[in-house]
């Protein structure tokens, strides 16, 4: 690999609003050490093998292989193959073909799992000369090259010209839309789109789509956020933002002078709206920052003078836990010799530190993705015409030594013929030795002390059959086991525990009965700082309320007496904690929560969002210092939603529902915690897919910016069904978070263990020669600008 080191530092510190083009000539001191960030660009052998059309018009970057990586999808027009598929590996690139055939691509592109099989699939429209719109369905797990991709047309007829698509939930409804521009030919409008995605889109033959808006002049730009905050998906384009409201779209200006744009959008600024930054990408123009007042948008100018700035991206490029902001111009048919890759580093504040990498090269449609698997983002930079085909990538250097690999996992099945079936999965140091046990149905596994270890299976005792919660009910220090009377799923009420005595069990029976079917949420504390420890019973019957066990002073003798605290119930999980934050533990119950009241219990909605809620967490995710509420949603292998909810100011009002994915396959396994090490919260999560067990995912949400703003998908393993599993805990003591899971279609109980670390290395700087320079080119690189393969920038 070739390589050379140049260090570009800090050039000036952008603050404050104006209606005016702000300057940005002065010069400011470099920056400090520490907020450096070096770049290794891949360069002649290392660089992608790319072939094909010569107008490369489309680039996405996404993880087809479902591996960990970013892959890169390039589209073009001209000739064939019109997509190849790049993946980044330890050995180096593998390319492969997703349509052989010579199409007339556009730019845009966008990606999900439109046929909810779990793998993530590609939207692509044609140019001027076309009507129609296309996706290609994701063969994966078959990522064999002579396997190929599926085409499906989307939309034939009507307007050609597709610059521009994206996918989100526009309307609320739990389900994904595409939305995409229809700019036509010349002196033609440009239209906007929202398109339904079909019930079988494998057999539909085009899908219905709505016009929602019509531009007169020219206009592009498409992104997806939540501007307002309302939990529904805004659109963001041409000048304008469209949100749903009472059945139809409304847009709002932003700047309807501004269509022929990039366009994203983000929470540069804490509070309020989010922001919106768009450059121009067709002749000259800037790079502008909108902020919402309350009474309008606050134009701020951070780069007066872009030209055809046609590659934007909004992300955390330093994991520092600001946006920053990447802009690069075109070299159209070789023009803009002087063309700029343009860094703005934010402080999490609205300021922002300028830095340019190396001049010359043509930016279009280029991306930021993580193609080499280490937590940051790099560049993956694409020409349109100039020197092509070619792609230039820099892979970012910042990662952060102390974050943990969330790419390596280890499956192991402590049970797989577990008798009967369980409800809960239940982790804890049951004997004394310092390694959590884990307890299913009537049965507990005592942990070997090492994740691939035998996991002994010893009965509870009966008449204990279905554990749903460990704690220490009698005080004398270790964890007893409480739970019911019935065989899986079979309804019986009665209840028992088993008082643990280092490691023996006795059964007691001395509690009254619930009046439920079998349990769905179980949960022990000292609900007030004084009072007695009490059990809260959720019941998977409807009807039943909430009921609340009181664990007596003398629990082997009296009788445990049980009393409905609330009649209103949504019959799956329960979480305790301090939600009001007035020093008693309150319950959440999914989009509704019990504050406790002391002698009375008040029940409380959160949200109005439409579902019915499964698996729930309290958990701070933006680090606000109040309790969040995670919650995936019901939905039987059929993709469901999962979504986390802000608690405000005020617990009582309605809390903001952020949605984190609407293509997971029944969420109704579900925990929180730090999984990475970095200090905020991320999210494991098991498909509920007894139709198809062979596609169900345990997927981990990283928690990306620290905030929920954005979240990372990994995969941990396919091919397991988890129901009410999915639980996190450091079951071999080496400092990560492992996974424990159960099923409702099997019988096996299933560890993941993490291996926290590092990827395979991808392909690393090794001694070279000098880079050429123009008068003494190499045959390959006659007519290619030739790039430093490392640069610092702040």
Not at 303 to 316: F, M, N, Q, T, Y
Not at 362 to 386: A, Q, T, V
Not at 443 to 460: E, F, K, L, Q
Not at 712 to 724: A, C, L
Request: include cysteine.
């Amino acid at each position: 690999m070739r390589s050379a080191i140049i260090s570009i530092l800090m050039l000036i510190t952008l603050t404050g609003f104006c209606s005016a083009p702000a300057s940005t000539s002065p010069s400011l001191p470099p920056a400090s050490a520490r907020e450096l960030v070096q770049w290794t660009y891949l360069a002649d052998s290392d660089a992608p093998p790319m072939a094909g059309p010569l107008e490369q018009t489309m680039m996405l970057s996404l993880d087809i292989d479902r591996d960990g990586r970013d892959d890169i999808v390039v589209g073009g027009r001209g000739r064939a193959p019109a997509l190849v598929w790049l993946r980044y590996t330890a050995s180096g690139w593998q390319r492969s073909l997703i349509e052989p055939e010579s199409l007339s691509i556009e730019a845009g592109g966008a990606f999900a799992d439109i046929d909810g099989d779990g793998d993530l699939d590609i939207v692509a429209g044609e140019d001027y000369s076309s009507n129609r719109v296309f996706w290609w369905e994701n063969p994966y797990p078959h990522n064999d090259p002579n396997t190929g991709w599926t085409r499906r047309t989307i939309k034939s007829g009507g307007q050609n010209r597709h610059h521009d698509q994206v996918f989100g939930d526009f309307n609320g409804d739990g389900r994904m839309e595409l939305a995409f521009w229809n700019q036509g030919n010349r002196n033609q409008p440009s239209i906007l789109y929202i398109a339904s995605i079909p019930p079988d889109p494998r057999q539909a033959t085009l899908w219905s789509s709505t016009a929602i808006f019509t531009s007169t002049v020219y206009a592009e730009g498409l992104t997806a956020a939540d501007i307002d905050g309302n939990g529904v998906t805004d659109l963001v384009g041409g000048g304008y933002w469209f949100r749903f409201e009472n059945g139809r779209y409304v847009a709002e200006a932003i700047d309807a002078g501004q269509r022929g744009i990039r366009v994203v959008a983000g929470q540069i600024i804490p509070g309020g709206r989010l922001e919106v930054v768009t450059s121009t990408s067709h002749g000259q123009g800037t790079i502008t920052l909108y902020r919402w007042t309350g009474a309008g948008w606050e134009r701020r100018v951070l780069i007066d003078r872009v030209e055809d700035a046609h590659s934007l991206a909004l992300a955390d490029l330093n994991n520092d836990g600001a946006l920053d902001i990447f802009c690069g111009e075109m070299r159209l048919d070789g023009s803009n010799p002087d063309s700029r890759m343009i860094l703005l580093f934010g402080d999490g504040a609205g300021n922002f530190h300028l830095a340019e990498g190396p001049p010359g090269v043509d930016h279009h449609e280029s991306r930021l993705g993580d193609i080499d698997g280490d937590g940051d983002l790099d560049i993956l930079g694409k020409p349109y015409n100039f020197e092509t085909p070619r792609l230039d990538i820099w892979l970012n250097g910042t990662n952060n030594p102390t974050k943990l690999s969330l790419s390596r996992w280890q499956r192991h099945v402590i049970d797989d013929a577990r008798p009967d079936r369980a409800i809960f999965v239940l982790h804890g140091d049951l004997d004394g030795d310092g390694f959590p046990d884990v307890v299913s149905g009537a049965w507990r596994y005592r942990n070997p002390g090492r994740a691939d270890g035998v996991w002994v299976r010893s009965a509870i005792g009966e008449p204990l059959r279905n554990a749903a919660l460990l704690a220490d009910m009698d005080g004398d220090g270790d964890l007893d086991i409480f739970g019911t009377q019935g065989r899986g799923s079979e309804r019986n009420g009665q209840l028992a525990w088993a008082r643990n005595d280092n490691g023996t069990f006795t059964i007691l029976t001395n509690l009254n009965a619930g009046s439920g079917d079998f349990l769905q949420g179980a949960v022990g504390a000292h609900f007030t700082p004084e009072g007695p420890f009490e059990i809260a019973l959720s019941w998977h019957e409807a009807g039943r309320g909430i009921q609340k066990i009181h664990v007596p002073d003398d629990p082997d003798r009296t009788v445990w007496t049980l009393r409905t605290i609330s009649s209103l119930s949504q019959d799956e999980d329960l979480s305790a904690d301090d939600i009001d934050r007035d020093g008693d533990l309150d319950l959440l119950q999914g989009t509704r929560w019990l504050r406790n009241d002391g002698s009375a219990w008040t029940s409380l909605v959160l949200s109005d969002s439409s579902g019915n809620p499964d698996r729930n967490r309290l958990a701070d995710i933006n680090r606000d210092g109040r309790l969040d509420a995670v919650v995936g949603f019901e939905a039987i292998g059929v993709p469901g939603k999962l979504a986390w909810y802000e608690q405000g100011d005020d617990p009582a009002a309605r809390w903001t529902e952020h949605i984190i994915a609407v293509d997971v396959i029944g969420p109704m396994s579900l925990d929180v915690g730090d999984i990475d090490g970095d200090g905020d919260l991320d999210i494991v999560v098991g498909e509920h897919d007894p139709y198809r067990p062979d596609r169900a995912r345990l997927l981990i949400f990283e928690n990306d910016d620290g905030h929920g703003s954005r979240w990372r998908r990994w995969v941990v393993f396919t091919g397991d069904e988890h129901h009410d599993g999915a639980l996190l805990v450091d079951i071999d003591r080496d400092g990560d978070l492992d996974i424990i899971s159960i099923g409702w279609s099997h019988n096996r109980v299933m560890l993941y263990e993490n291996l926290a670390a590092p990827l395979s290395p991808a392909p690393t700087p090794s001694p070279h020669p000098p880079v050429p320079t123009p008068e003494s080119p190499t045959p390959r690189d006659q007519h290619r600008v030739h790039l430093p393969a490392i640069m610092t920038l702040p």
